[in-house]
């Protein structure tokens, strides 16, 4: 059965970020301005995402690609709410070791994560021309695309694409002395995140996505 949990250690963490916000020096756009555009944010690639894989025959694998890259992209609403429109992001190559899916070792390419919903997250405080920062939660389907590389490496067979439903997210975001945004969002899925029947079972997905527009342009 599966179930989801945002670990309680990482809100504490989260809501400290948000909450260490610097003052802005002034003569730029405040959070709240910012936010009622379209921000676009990288995302960096000291963001983490990990999975457990239990193979057929029981065999465990810990996967934890590196992130290539990515964006998010962040926005308010005339009503108070904070939406994710986009997150995107790019992994890096999966080899599983000969003996759990194959004599050979397979590898898995292409792979990136999405939201296949959009986030909408109620803060714990309403956004004003004065806050700095801004923290909450909710829910969205997440998305895994994927293909596996052929013997030779020389082609990319894609995959079925995988829904993960209703999501937990964490997401805080806060303003710099620069003016400059830099987000977190964090997600938890406990247990089972998806069965690919004979082939392998996915457990225990941690996303931990940090982002920033310090070199990106913020457009309506």
């Known amino acids: ?9 990482v809100l504490p963490a989260i809501l400290f970020t948000a909450a260490c916000g610097f003052e802005p020096d ?12 379209r921000a676009f944010l990288d995302v960096s690639s000291d963001s983490d995402v ?14 934890n ?7 998010a992209v962040l926005r308010t609403t005339q009503d108070g709410w904070l939406l994710v429109e986009d997150l995107e992001i790019p992994l890096d190559d999966v080899t599983v070791p000969p003996g759990m899916l194959s004599e050979r070792p397979v590898v898995f390419t292409d792979i990136s994560l999405r939201l296949g919903t959009q986030l909408a997250v109620r803060p714990l405080a309403p956004i004003d021309d004065e806050s700095v ?12 695309d994927w293909a596996m590389l052929s013997w030779d490496g ?3 067979f894609p995959l079925a694409m995988r829904r993960i439903a209703d999501v937990p997210f964490a997401v805080a975001i806060e303003m710099d002395a620069a ?35 310090a070199d990106a342009v913020v457009l309506e």
Do not use: C
């Open 133 to 144: 920062s801004l923290v909450g939660w909710g829910d969205a389907d997440l998305l895994l």
């Open 179 to 213: 003016g400059d945004l830099h987000a977190s969002i964090t997600a938890r899925v406990d247990g089972v995140v998806d069965d690919l029947g004979e082939l392998v079972v996915l457990r225990d997905l941690a996303v931990d996505v940090v982002g920033s527009n």
């Open 26 to 37: 002034g003569g730029g756009d405040s959070l709240a301005t910012q936010l009622r555009q």
């Open 154 to 156: 020389t082609q990319h």
């Open 50 to 63: 990990a999975v457990s894989a239990t193979a057929r025959g029981g065999q465990n694998l810990d996967v």
């Open 65 to 71: 690609p590196g992130v290539l890259g990515g964006q």
């Open 1 to 9: 059965m599966k179930t989801f949990h945002i670990l309680p250690a």
